[in-house]
């Protein structure tokens, strides 16, 4: 066990403020010895009969530092025959909605109604309860294609316009890609809609093609799954549609690509075939041990495993608490935590864990401490995380929910916004990666997480009073909200969604004050500490 003697604590803190604004801090360009490509999101997809409730879950951590922050409600809408519709490149860091500088990649033809939904850097859910989760899962590099319009946001939203259920999610797809083009990278979309939950990979069709080849497995709905940046599906059985869907040319592709023959004998694996490297990834295997570990510890599971089951059903139903506990989680307990050998000496001779013992320290200070880099399931460099309900027993505007929360999921509130609302509370349509500004939700939330760094053992324990009174308050009054909202909207659905709005926009906006209250009073408590 590596002890260190504090130091000055003043000096401690400064070094610390230091080296977290130098290249490798999450937030920032990775150094080279940061091996990045295969970490930069994680989801959870919860089947009905595996949740306390009976709801489907997805979710996702966006684990990016250049995510665009704000999100909006995009209203339902009505079209005339004929009518076509602009497919957009959006740079990451667009400003809003109406940014100029968003990129035109083409024009489809518009369907005759699009569905309302939530919009955000990879958007969330519709007004059918459709909800999807993300994962970018990585290629082969000769799949990725130019001849194509469409890219996984732009796939995201289109879905979410035009289906109500994860199968017709799937469908959508497949035909928006084979007739117009899918131009992005490996992703795993987790879908789920009120009774069902899919994990759908798809590819490029190969360089100077048009289309993409995909494959879906559906999560038992006892069961609940996880993607970390690594393909998960791979035998197929076709002939269960029940639970196995796939592109046309899923085999015959990797034929003419020479990545598997059916004449070899060799089953064929989607994920082998497609993008192999994501399998090597310790980052992405690290996640898949620690999530299914979690929920079923009673598998005894091996943490340095190449596979793991596809799903598990957990010895325990879980709610939302219990999903956002996982995605705060940094290997606490296990040799994998980064934290354990950092030992100080207080003042009064006490051995205890350094104040500045993070799981998020600066590539800096874990080569001057000696400690290897776990990617932990809990990312500093969240933009966002959402933990979304749908739930049959209720109509759409009620039953469907985002836990929604900005920035690093350890430090931070995630607040029920409900998808029948009218419009995301005025701060969250502020986008914050162009400028500090108050008048933005991340920055509220971003400046308490970075704040932490300064002390995070210390800090960490008055932050997590914070947001877990609030959750706490949420969960507990879901059941007999939710219970007014229904009977209000068997009266009038207009006033209901009144209701669920001004409900939202109220715990958002005082979460918002209350974060910008805690920065301040972190500010106060701590700089006077020296």
């Known amino acids: ?59 996702h951590s966006c684990d990016s530092g250049t995510d665009r922050t704000w999100m909006t409600i995009v209203p339902a809408a009505k079209h005339k025959p004929g009518e076509m519709t602009k497919v957009y490149y959006e740079p990451k860091r667009t400003k809003g909605p109406n940014d100029p500088d968003r990129l035109e990649t083409g024009e489809i033809p518009q369907v005759a109604e699009t569905y309302a939904f939530l919009n955000a850097a990879y958007p969330i859910m519709n007004e059918h309860q459709l909800a999807i989760g993300e994962t970018t899962i990585g290629s082969r590099r000769e799949m990725v294609s130019e001849n194509g319009i469409i890219d996984a946001p732009e796939l995201y939203r289109l879905v979410l316009e035009r289906a109500k259920t994860a199968r017709e999610a799937i469908r959508v797809a497949d035909e928006l890609t084979k007739a117009y083009g899918y131009n992005d990278w490996g992703e795993c979309f987790t879908f789920a809609d009120t009774k069902e939950v899919w994990h759908f990979e798809i590819h490029g069709p190969g360089k100077g093609k048009k289309g993409a080849v995909w494959a879906a497995q559906r999560v038992p709905d006892d069961e609940i799954g996880v993607s970390a940046n690594a393909g998960r599906i791979r035998q197929l059985d076709l002939a269960k549609a029940e639970y196995f869907l796939a592109s046309a040319n899923v085999m015959s592709l990797a034929e003419e690509m020479g990545v598997w023959s059916k004449a070899s004998g060799q089953p064929f694996e ?104 776990e990617r932990t399931i809990c990312s500093p460099a969240a933009t966002y995380l959402q933990v979304t309900q749908s739930r049959d027993w209720l109509p759409g505007p ?46 509220a939330f971003r400046t308490v997480s970075r704040l932490a760094n300064f002390r995070w053992q210390d800090m960490t324990k008055d932050i997590e009073k914070v947001w877990k009174e609030a ?60």
Not at 278 to 283: A, D, K, L, P
Not at 298 to 307: D, G, M, R, T
Not at 332 to 345: C, F, I, P
Not at 363 to 372: C, H, Q, T
Request: aromatic content about 12%; some cysteine; overall charge positive.
């Open 270 to 373: 989607f994920c082998y075939a497609y993008n192999p490297e994501s399998r090597t990834s310790v980052y992405c295997r690290r996640r898949e041990w620690r999530v299914l570990s979690l929920l079923a510890p009673s598998l005894k599971l091996h943490p340095e495993s190449e596979n793991y089951p596809f799903s598990v059903k957990p010895d325990k139903k879980v709610g939302v608490a219990d999903v956002l506990a996982i995605f705060r989680d940094t290997y606490g307990g296990t040799e994998y935590d980064m934290t354990r050998s950092l030992m100080a000496v207080n003042r009064k001779g006490e051995t205890v864990k350094s104040p500045v013992a993070s799981p998020f320290m600066s590539s800096d200070l874990r080569e001057l401490f000696r400690i290897k880099r």
């Open 1 to 59: 066990m590596k002890k260190f003697r504090c130091l000055p604590l003043l000096a401690v803190s400064l070094t610390v403020l230091a080296l977290s604004f130098l290249p490798g801090v999450p937030g920032s360009s990775a150094r080279q010895d940061e091996p990045l490509e295969f970490d930069s999101c994680t989801s959870i997809l919860v089947g009905r009969l595996a949740s306390v409730d009976g709801s489907t879950m997805t979710s």
């Open 398 to 443: 009620i039953g469907g929910v985002v836990w929604l929360g900005y920035d690093n999921p350890a430090t931070t509130p995630h607040v029920p916004v409900y998808i029948g609302i009218s419009q995301m509370p005025a701060s969250y349509m502020v986008d914050g990666r162009w400028t500090f500004s108050r008048d933005c939700a991340w920055w």
């Open 471 to 530: 959750e706490d308050r949420w969960f507990a009054n879901q059941t007999k909200f939710e219970e007014e909202a229904l009977a209000l909207y068997k009266k009038d659905p207009k006033k209901a969604r009144e209701l669920l709005t001004k409900y939202s926009h109220d715990q958002a906006n005082q979460t918002v004050a209350a974060y910008w209250k805690l920065g301040d009073d972190l500010w106060l408590k701590y700089s006077g500490a020296f």
